[in-house]
């Protein structure tokens, strides 16, 4: 990025004063917020102060109306796509003037001055630059004026080959978009590349934030190293600067659009969707029989809560009209049955909520999920704020209605969307790719504010039992998650998979609920400051260049605590080891599903995984609060807590964590009818295991503000505390705790003991037990344990298991041929497979893999150019209400598929296969585009 200094030369001032074009500025002195620069291009910018770290362009082109008899010059700075009456992206109370911000006029810049940041306007090319408050070289700089047109405005920001960029939504299967182009409108693409959510929002590695401010659909332009191309169909600009570091940017922002919609509790629980009121397929509307009576009925949503009770399965809320003319019958007992089961009801809307105040006030519905049906009826000019309304709509049908939080699910998102609701990625299909584009499709929605994001588990078609599990293992680690019924051959609820996918759903399930108070602390976090609860690596690692490389976006981080790299390849895949590609940034890490630890700064390079568990990974000094184990959190024993302890390897390191608890569902935490408590654990030498180890020291502080309804009295405190060494003795308050057993037959008898501890060698390679008598939040305790002074027993972690010579090049070949990346943008052709095969199978019935192909997306790489590929290929639409399918050049229907095989000798790098339709075929005509090329490349 060029140089741009605030002090030149007397001879470069005669050259700026004498070509200046921006002319003058109005006030001309003060401390005002608001200014305004007059340039001699027939265009005005205003300029105003917020804080000290952010501020607001806006310009406009002059034109001319007539008052009267008389020509008059104006500015129109007006968004012609914004209502003024409607939801706006700003919230009303955030405009406080903070700046106290100082003009000069000086060397050929008009230079803005707070305690943060320096803001200069070039008086020659009317461009900007924002550097920090000593003036180093710019943070931000426009590389030329802005661009308009009558229907744009293009805003051209300077970048170098370094700067990272993320933002703009919900962009599924991308990250960072430096080097890429991204779509700032709604395509309705729910898969890979489509942009379901999108926000006018983006943050830069270099230390800023920008928030275009408008309804307008825009395109922004990463491609060029040099610089960026940020342009939205508007004739006038009007954007928000944030300067700071991430969090700072993130706090800025949802400070001036609203903070993320605070979810009730038991939103953290799988939820579950189906139109339990049968529909004509006709008419779609609710079947009825001769006599009036319906087919099917609301209630019968009852039988399938029941059934997540029968079968031992977590479940906290069932949306009972998923459909589009599925209205709902008994809708009052139903809330009140399914609440007897643990559940919440939601309902479906494809238009207006014209019953809102008796479904949520009297009948007791909690959730809302709205359809593009409804929010689109804006038309173009309302595109982005009339869907903005119905959230604001929706969520004030929860909070005036009833004393309850907004539980609203959308599909069409912008910048100002998180206060209302969670941005659902849309109807997509279930499998390996869905997995792998939703990774960075959440996280980088976290980046632009929108805390809660997240799609069907496994889709809401296609799928099966392994990617569903899959699927469902990290979006256990994530915030809001449901599955969907009623689109699928295959039904979504948990409990209709077979063994063994069903026991390790439950026990992924169960855990998610014993990590409640974890999640629900970090939720809290989100609502107060916007910072993400799923975040990229980037976030909490800003320095690590492994961390801003997109080699680490297929893994995220929960808080700062809990690294989580989920699983997308099948086990005939990756053969019980999963992939190369796990990072553990510098730190030390322990494995959470078995204890070991783990040096970071490095990438695995094999890691053994079963269909019970996907990696998950915790920083060294982690202090995890827990529940029991529970089906749901109505249920949930809050009269115990636990807090996991995974010690630092810092001496004299001091580790702490807060607990935040409220009663979950009405709105009185905004009134301080909640309670947190903070946890210090201090400990020496605890990873190293030197020949001496002094004691560890865990403190509780009393709970901070005040209660809330149906918080316990009193609560007993459980401690797992993960060291290799055994202690000597446990105390509490300077009290010894009496010592149960160190055999592991003492399990039992420390569950009904008062208070006791005991150490378990075999539990994740040595875990400390320790229960204390029940006491009361607003009382402090200090826990100490002391190990003897010479640690002979200790036990030192294996490094992980390595695959076998055999296993490791069949692992390697099946990782080269990133089969993964082949298989994307699906679509669904009904009985077909797709089979890869070079000793290897990718996808095979009873599973069938479904894919299409757009453009030339499908690519194979292998470090051997000659490698021989064979690959069955099949294309598909629907044509006259039934699929079709289509083979060579001229793609006749119903023909057996073409069978391609590929041979890439040493000299060839490229070779493809164009498959084009048939113009004598009608069923051909509609298929074009379908597939247009396959290509094979060899690395």
């Known amino acids: 990025m060029k140089k741009h200094h605030l002090i030149a030369s007397a001879a470069v001032f005669a050259t700026l004063t004498a070509s200046a074009t921006l002319t003058r500025l109005v006030p001309e002195h003060g401390t005002s917020k608001l200014f305004t620069l007059k340039s001699d291009a027939d265009r005005e910018y205003r300029v105003s102060f917020y804080r000290p770290d952010v501020f607001r362009v806006e310009a406009a082109l002059k034109s001319f109306v007539m008052e009267g008899t008389n020509k008059v010059e104006r500015y129109d700075y007006a968004?012609?796509?914004?209502?003024?009456?409607?939801?706006?992206?700003?919230?009303?109370?955030?405009?406080?003037?903070?700046?106290?911000?100082?003009?000069?006029?000086?060397?050929?810049?008009?230079?803005?001055?707070?305690?943060?940041?320096?803001?200069?306007?070039?008086?020659?090319?009317?461009?900007?630059?924002?550097?920090?408050?000593?003036?180093?070289?710019?943070?931000?700089?426009?590389?030329?004026?802005?661009?308009?047109?009558?229907?744009?405005?293009?805003?051209?920001?300077?970048?170098?080959?370094?700067?990272?960029?993320?933002?703009?939504?919900?962009?599924?299967?991308?990250?960072?978009?430096?080097g890429r182009k991204i779509s700032i409108a709604c395509d309705f693409n729910w898969s890979d590349g489509g942009a379901p959510n999108p926000a006018p929002f983006m943050i830069s590695s270099r230390g800023w934030g920008m928030l275009r401010h408008t309804f307008a659909p825009g395109a922004y332009d990463f491609t060029a190293e040099d610089k960026s191309l940020l342009t939205h169909d508007e004739g006038r600009f009007d954007a928000f600067y944030f300067i700071g570091d991430f969090a700072t940017v993130l706090d800025r922002y949802t400070e001036a659009t609203g903070r993320p919609n605070f979810l009730p509790v038991w939103g953290l629980e799988l939820g579950d969707a189906d139109a339990y009121m049968t529909r004509e397929k006709d008419t779609k509307y609710p079947k009825q029989e001769k006599d009036g009576s319906f087919t099917e009925t609301t209630p019968d949503a009852l039988?399938?809560?029941?059934?997540?009770?029968?079968?031992?399965?977590?479940?906290?809320?069932?949306?009972?009209?998923?459909?589009?003319?599925?209205?709902?019958?008994?809708?009052?007992?139903?809330?009140?049955?399914?609440?007897?089961?643990?559940?919440?009801?939601?309902?479906?809307?494809?238009?207006?909520?014209?019953?809102?105040?008796?479904?949520?006030?009297?009948?007791?519905?909690?959730?809302?999920?709205?359809?593009?049906?409804?929010?689109?009826?804006?038309?173009?000019?309302?595109?982005?704020?009339?869907?903005?309304?119905?959230?604001?709509?929706?969520?004030?049908?929860?909070?005036?209605?009833?004393?309850?939080?907004?539980?609203?699910?959308?599909?069409?998102?912008?910048?100002?969307?998180?206060?209302?609701?969670?941005?659902?990625?849309?109807?997509?299909?279930?499998?390996?790719?869905?997995?792998?584009?939703?990774?960075?499709?959440?996280?980088?929605?976290?980046?632009?504010?929108?805390?809660?994001?997240?799609?069907?588990?496994?889709?809401?078609?296609?799928?099966?039992?392994?990617?569903?599990?899959?699927?469902?293992?990290?979006?256990?680690?994530?915030?809001?998650?449901y599955v969907m019924n009623g689109w699928s051959d295959v039904n979504k609820s948990p409990w209709s998979y077979p063994e063994p996918y069903k026991s390790h759903i439950r026990a992924a399930l169960k855990h998610k609920i014993r990590m409640t108070p974890f999640l629900y602390t970090l939720m809290r976090g989100s609502w107060e400051t916007g910072a993400p609860i799923v975040r990229p690596m980037a976030w909490n690692y800003p320095y690590d260049p492994e961390c801003l490389d997109e080699s680490t976006m297929y893994q995220f981080m929960v808080g700062t605590d809990i690294l989580v790299a989920p699983v997308y390849t099948p086990e005939k895949l990756n053969k019980g080891w999963w992939r190369k590609g796990i990072y553990l940034p510098y730190g030390d890490w322990y494995d959470y599903n078995d204890g070991r630890r783990v040096k970071g700064g490095q990438w695995l390079k094999a890691y053994p995984i079963d269909l019970g568990k996907i990696p998950v990974f915790v920083r060294a000094g982690a202090i995890l609060p827990m529940y029991d184990e529970a089906l749901t959190m109505s249920g949930a024993d809050k009269t115990r807590l636990t807090f996991d302890i995974w010690p630092g390897d810092i001496a004299g390191g001091l580790n702490h964590t807060r607990v935040y608890e409220d009663d979950g569902e009405s709105l009185d935490y905004a009134k301080?009818?909640?309670?947190?408590?903070?946890?210090?654990?201090?400990?020496?030498?605890?990873?190293?295991?030197?020949?001496?180890?002094?004691?560890?020291?865990?403190?509780?502080a009393p709970g901070e503000f005040g209660g809330y309804e149906g918080a316990p009295e009193?609560?007993?405190?459980?401690?797992?505390?993960?060291?290799?060494?055994?202690?000597?003795?446990?105390?509490?308050?300077?009290?010894?705790?009496?010592?149960?057993?160190?055999?592991?037959?003492?399990?039992?008898?420390?569950?009904?003991?008062?208070?006791?501890?005991?150490?378990?060698?075999?539990?994740?390679?040595?875990?400390?037990?320790?229960?204390?008598?029940?006491?009361?939040?607003?009382?402090?305790?200090?826990?100490?344990?002391?190990?003897p002074a010479e640690l002979v027993d200790r036990v030192d972690t294996p490094d992980y298991p390595v695959p076998s010579e055999a296993e490791a090049e069949e692992l390697a070949a099946g990782i080269s041929t990133n089969a993964v990346d082949l298989l994307r943008n699906r679509s669904i052709v009904d009985g077909l497979d797709m089979v890869v095969t070079n000793g290897l199978t990718v996808v095979q019935k009873p599973e069938p893999f479904y894919s299409k192909i757009r453009g030339h997306v499908a690519t194979h790489k292998d470090n051997d150019p000659a490698a021989r590929f064979t690959f069955r290929i099949f294309a598909g639409n629907h044509v006259a209400g039934r699929k079709q399918i289509f083979e060579r050049a001229n793609m006749k229907g119903n023909d057996a598929p073409q069978l391609?095989?590929?041979?890439?000798?040493?000299?060839?790098?490229?070779?493809?296969?164009e498959f084009t339709a048939d113009d004598e075929s009608e069923a051909s005509k509609n298929a074009r585009g379908v597939w247009k090329k396959v290509e094979y490349i060899a690395e």
Not at 334 to 349: A, E, P, R
Not at 690 to 700: E, L, Y
Not at 900 to 913: R, S
Request: with cysteine; hydrophobic share 35%.
């Open 900 to 913: 391609i095989e590929v041979n890439l000798p040493t000299d060839v790098q490229k070779v493809e296969y």
């Open 303 to 481: 039988k399938v809560a029941q059934r997540y009770r029968e079968d031992d399965l977590p479940g906290g809320w069932l949306l009972v009209n998923d459909g589009y003319g599925c209205g709902y019958t008994e809708l009052a007992s139903v809330c009140d049955g399914l609440k007897q089961l643990g559940f919440h009801t939601g309902l479906w809307t494809e238009g207006k909520l014209d019953r809102i105040a008796w479904e949520v006030g009297t009948a007791g519905t909690r959730i809302q999920k709205l359809d593009v049906a409804w929010t689109c009826q804006g038309g173009a000019q309302y595109r982005y704020q009339y869907p903005l309304q119905c959230n604001k709509d929706t969520y004030l049908g929860f909070t005036t209605n009833a004393n309850a939080r907004a539980f609203c699910w959308t599909v069409l998102g912008w910048a100002g969307t998180q206060r209302y609701g969670i941005c659902w990625a849309g109807d997509e299909y279930g499998g390996w790719d869905l997995i792998k584009y939703m990774i960075p499709g959440v996280t980088g929605s976290a980046m632009s504010g929108q805390a809660y994001a997240t799609t069907d588990v496994d889709g809401i078609f296609g799928g099966s039992s392994e990617t569903y599990l899959r699927d469902l293992q990290w979006k256990c680690w994530t915030t809001a998650m």
């Open 672 to 700: 301080g009818a909640w309670r947190e408590k903070f946890v210090l654990a201090e400990m020496y030498g605890a990873l190293d295991f030197p020949d001496t180890m002094s004691d560890m020291t865990v403190s509780i």
């Open 79 to 178: 968004d012609k796509h914004n209502n003024p009456t409607n939801a706006q992206i700003l919230v009303e109370t955030w405009a406080e003037d903070k700046s106290g911000v100082k003009f000069a006029d000086k060397d050929g810049f008009f230079v803005f001055t707070t305690s943060e940041i320096i803001v200069s306007f070039d008086k020659t090319n009317e461009t900007m630059s924002v550097s920090a408050w000593r003036g180093e070289d710019p943070i931000f700089e426009e590389a030329q004026r802005l661009e308009f047109t009558t229907n744009s405005c293009t805003q051209t920001i300077a970048s170098d080959a370094d700067e990272k960029i993320w933002g703009g939504g919900q962009q599924l299967g991308r990250l960072m978009h430096k």
């Open 714 to 787: 009193k609560r007993v405190y459980l401690f797992d505390i993960h060291t290799q060494a055994e202690p000597a003795q446990v105390l509490v308050d300077g009290k010894e705790v009496m010592l149960l057993s160190t055999t592991k037959c003492v399990k039992d008898l420390f569950e009904n003991v008062k208070e006791g501890w005991w150490y378990d060698p075999d539990d994740k390679f040595g875990t400390l037990h320790v229960k204390l008598l029940p006491r009361g939040d607003e009382e402090s305790l200090q826990l100490k344990i002391r190990f």
